[in-house]
């Protein structure tokens, strides 16, 4: 099979999130959210030069460390902590250009409620909702806040929402379980 896209992409490999505290945030979703840790790198930084800033883009004189997880049958998560001199160290806010949130589905919402609401690191916001029409009637969701700023969506799907009448494509999901890995000897 050969992929006629000019971008050749194959699959997203991963999503990166930057956080305050590498070891907190790695403990956190090893933690509440069941993920793996697979390895971690760091601190790494160009002290002589600005390959920093060229590559990343960030300021000359920063250094980074990161930390690469496994999250679900198909998810890679990279954390990255910084330390740059002009970093801005304010979350930002959900409706800010740039901020960005992790959308979980689960089977069961009220549980992952109770298991989320018990933490005290974690700020249940208003809900759950369930959305009464459009292309994702049936689709329940709440919004949660992890005090360092990461917002998390969880949501309960229904086994088929609308938008499926008007097209033949599907969101991914869900997985026979947390744990399952595809089988990707071919």
């Given at each position: 099979?050969?992929?006629?896209h000019?971008?050749?992409?194959?699959n997203?490999?991963?999503?990166?999130i930057t956080?305050?505290?590498?070891?907190?945030?790695?403990?956190?979703?090893?933690?509440?959210?069941?993920?793996e840790?697979?390895?971690?790198?760091?601190?790494f930084?160009?002290?002589?030069?600005?390959?920093m800033?060229?590559?990343?883009?960030?300021?000359?004189?920063?250094?980074?460390?990161?930390?690469?997880?496994?999250c679900?049958?198909?998810?890679?998560?990279?954390?990255?902590?910084?330390?740059?001199?002009?970093q801005?160290?304010?979350?930002?806010?959900?409706?800010?250009?740039?901020?960005?949130?992790?959308?979980?589905?689960?089977?069961d919402i009220?549980?992952?409620?109770?298991?989320?609401?018990?933490?005290?690191?974690?700020?249940?916001l208003?809900?759950?909702?369930?959305?009464?029409?459009?292309p994702?009637?049936?689709?329940?969701?709440i919004f949660?806040?992890?005090?360092?700023?990461?917002?998390?969506?969880?949501?309960?799907?229904?086994?088929?929402?609308?938008?499926?009448?008007?097209?033949d494509?599907?969101?991914?999901?869900?997985?026979?379980?947390?744990?399952?890995?595809?089988?990707?000897?071919?």
């Amino acid at each position: 099979m050969t992929n006629d896209h000019p971008l050749t992409a194959q699959n997203v490999h991963h999503v990166g999130i930057t956080v305050p505290d590498l070891d907190e945030a790695v403990d956190f979703f090893v933690d509440a959210i069941g993920c793996e840790l697979l390895y971690q790198k760091g601190p790494f930084g160009d002290s002589d030069g600005d390959s920093m800033e060229r590559r990343l883009d960030v300021h000359p004189d920063a250094t980074a460390s990161l930390a690469m997880l496994r999250c679900g049958p198909t998810m890679n998560l990279e954390l990255f902590e910084w330390d740059a001199p002009d970093q801005d160290d304010t979350p930002p806010n959900n409706s800010d250009i740039g901020a960005t949130h992790l959308g979980l589905q689960v089977e069961d919402i009220d549980v992952a409620i109770d298991g989320l609401g018990e933490r005290d690191d974690v700020t249940m916001l208003d809900g759950p909702q369930t959305n009464d029409d459009g292309p994702t009637e049936g689709l329940t969701y709440i919004f949660c806040r992890v005090e360092w700023g990461l917002y998390l969506e969880l949501l309960e799907a229904p086994e088929r929402m609308p938008y499926a009448d008007d097209t033949d494509e599907r969101l991914y999901g869900p997985a026979p379980s947390w744990s399952h890995r595809p089988d990707h000897s071919d």
